[in-house]
């Protein structure tokens, strides 16, 4: 599988950003999509994740009601809507899949990795 995220940008505080993550060699079907995000001088952090196959999806606690996970199952992209951003928000986000249905939030368990994308949100 192999992941293309786009999306970043720079914008200001309050304001809204949509990530995608497509998805090619093979379909997200039995897969757990998450984003991750990793700001300067800090580790990787879980954001958000929804298991492709179902309804399923999981939110960090800085990520709840400000950002959504999506998916497009006819274009095999998911999407990251995030609201609301603040500066701590600012961060290059990776999207990432499991090897199969996965419920948890730790990176270890995804195996594919998109290559990253810069987000800046400015004060």
């Known amino acids: 599988v192999q992941l293309q995220a786009s999306g970043g940008g720079l914008v200001q505080a309050g304001g809204s950003l949509s990530l995608s993550c497509a998805a090619s060699?093979?379909?997200?079907?039995?897969?757990?999509m998450a984003w991750f995000r990793q700001a300067p001088g800090k580790e990787r952090e879980f954001v958000a994740a929804?298991?492709?196959?179902?309804?399923?999806?999981t939110y960090s606690d800085s990520a709840k009601g400000r950002f959504i996970i999506y998916k497009d199952n006819d274009k095999n992209t998911g999407y990251l809507q995030m609201n609301s951003l603040k500066p701590d928000d600012t961060a290059v986000y990776f999207c990432?899949?499991?090897?199969?249905?996965?419920?948890?939030?730790?990176?270890?368990?995804?195996?594919?990795w998109g290559q990253g994308t810069l987000v800046t949100v400015s004060s």
């Open positions: 060699g093979r379909p997200f079907s039995s897969y757990t």
């Open positions: 990432a899949a499991s090897s199969g249905v996965y419920y948890g939030t730790k990176s270890d368990a995804f195996v594919f």
């Open positions: 929804l298991v492709w196959g179902g309804t399923s999806t």
